[in-house]
């Protein structure tokens, strides 16, 4: 046997499963018993054996199921058997399902202000809440700054833009149920023109020049430059590995008349990434891209003259040629086995030069860092952390990589067990 049983304690009314690993010289004759007495597959005794595995799923458990499971293997070589115990215990008290004493009301604001979305909800045990957007939860960004408190839950959207119109919707869940509750954000918009039923002129943004690749040495100063052109003016947003970029001390972001900017102000292996500036307005919106990369430092070599019996060894100042590597995976993704709930970490060492820039994919579709979902970058190490895995994140997970001298990628299966 590859594995053993493992002792459940199981809820009445809910499922139980048992299941086994194995491995010998087929055929191989599996049968399972309860307390002794031979099971057979049933409406509520599933049976499930292949070549390397045997699963016996319980279904609507009853009190009459306590007791000792065994699963007993044989073939020509001789048996083996392994068994544990179901402990049927009662359903855990459910408590009180989410209610909203005080609804979320639509709201009307200006662009670039700030917009509140408030509620109050009752519940036990404390429901999670969690907020979406035309059906697609919010993703971590500073400008969404959410509060929760027993008195009153709140969803803060700061510097309002066109693209955050729509339905906000707050969901409340905790073991008992779940509530829902909508409201709709609209924009007012600043009339541009003469008579206010003239209405704004719409133009949608686009970039007459565009942000330009950089190399830089180690530690100078960097910057992209791009001027673009819309009506109402678009707002203007940076990303960082089609992550929003965080401004500090050393990288400051900003625009006027036309014109949008990135500064670095001293260049780090940390700054090594693909940059995005991006345009919107209600018309429309425009992105240019660029990478950034560390120059290789200039070297020193000797260089060795003789004449007669003697030498001398002269220092001289060397260029060395830019060191150019096609991206490659020093250690490439594995596949992993989780349990509902916990949490996982995929995690590959790459290597190129310049540094590739990071793409994760799960089943064919690009994932963003969010709240379940935390990507980054430390060193050389390319990791994706989910936290707490049901069966939606149950699939093929792959990170691609790239530089300007090529493309690799790599992909590994996460299996969620049900508990």
């Known amino acids: 046997m590859q594995t053993q049983l493992k002792p459940i304690q199981g809820e009445l009314g809910r499922s139980a499963r048992f299941s086994i690993a194995y491995s010998g010289d087929p055929p191989i004759n599996v049968k399972w018993f309860h307390n002794g007495k031979e099971l057979r597959s049933a409406f509520d005794t599933l049976i499930r054996t292949t070549e390397k595995e045997s699963v016996l799923e319980l279904t609507k458990l009853k009190q009459a199921h306590e007791g000792e499971y065994a699963c007993r293997l044989g073939n020509v070589a001789g048996q083996v058997e392994s068994s544990a115990n179901l402990v049927i215990v009662q359903p855990a008290a459910k408590g009180v399902a989410p209610d909203f004493k005080q609804r979320l009301s639509d709201q009307r604001v200006q662009q670039n202000s700030t917009a509140v979305f408030k509620c109050a909800i009752v519940g036990q045990p404390r429901p999670t809440i969690r907020w979406f957007k035309d059906g697609k939860e919010l993703p971590n960004d500073a400008r969404y700054q959410m509060t929760d408190s027993d008195n009153e839950t709140s969803l ?123 345009a919107n307005n209600p018309a429309g919106k425009a992105t240019t891209v660029a990478n950034l990369v560390l120059k290789p430092i200039a ?33 490439k993704l594995s596949s992993v086995n989780a349990r509902q709930g916990e949490n996982v970490k995929l995690v590959a060492e790459i290597d190129g030069d310049p540094q590739p820039t990071v793409t994760w994919i799960f089943n064919g579709r690009q994932l963003y860092g969010g709240r379940d979902h935390k990507i980054s970058l430390v ?41």
Do not use: M
Not at 157 to 186: F, H, M, Q, W
Not at 309 to 325: C, D, L, N, R
């Open 156 to 278: 803060a959207i700061i510097d309002i833009l066109p693209p955050d119109s729509g339905v906000y919707e707050c969901v409340a869940k905790n073991t008992a149920g779940e509530a829902r509750c909508k409201a709709r954000l609209a924009l007012i918009l600043a009339k541009t023109g003469k008579a206010a039923e003239a209405g704004p002129r719409l133009e949608a943004p686009r970039f007459t020049t565009q942000i330009q690749p950089l190399i830089v040495e180690e530690g100078k100063a960097a910057e992209f430059r791009a001027n673009y052109s819309g009506s109402p003016e678009p707002a203007i947003r940076w990303y960082r590995n089609n992550e929003p970029v965080k401004v500090n001390r050393s990288l400051q972001v900003g625009n006027a008349n036309g014109e949008a900017w990135l500064r670095i102000s001293d260049a780090r292996q940390e700054h090594v990434a693909e940059y995005k500036c991006e």
């Open 299 to 331: 070297g020193r070599i000797a260089g060795t003259t003789g004449k007669g019996s003697g030498t001398s060894t002269t220092i001289v100042e060397a260029k060395s040629a830019p060191v150019s590597k096609t991206p490659q995976f020093l250690q």
């Open 379 to 419: 060193g050389n190490q390319a990791i994706l952390e989910i936290s707490r895995v049901s069966a939606a994140n149950q699939g093929t997970y792959q990170v691609n990589i790239k530089n300007p001298n090529g493309t690799a990628q790599c992909e590994a299966k996460l299996n969620v067990q049900s508990r």
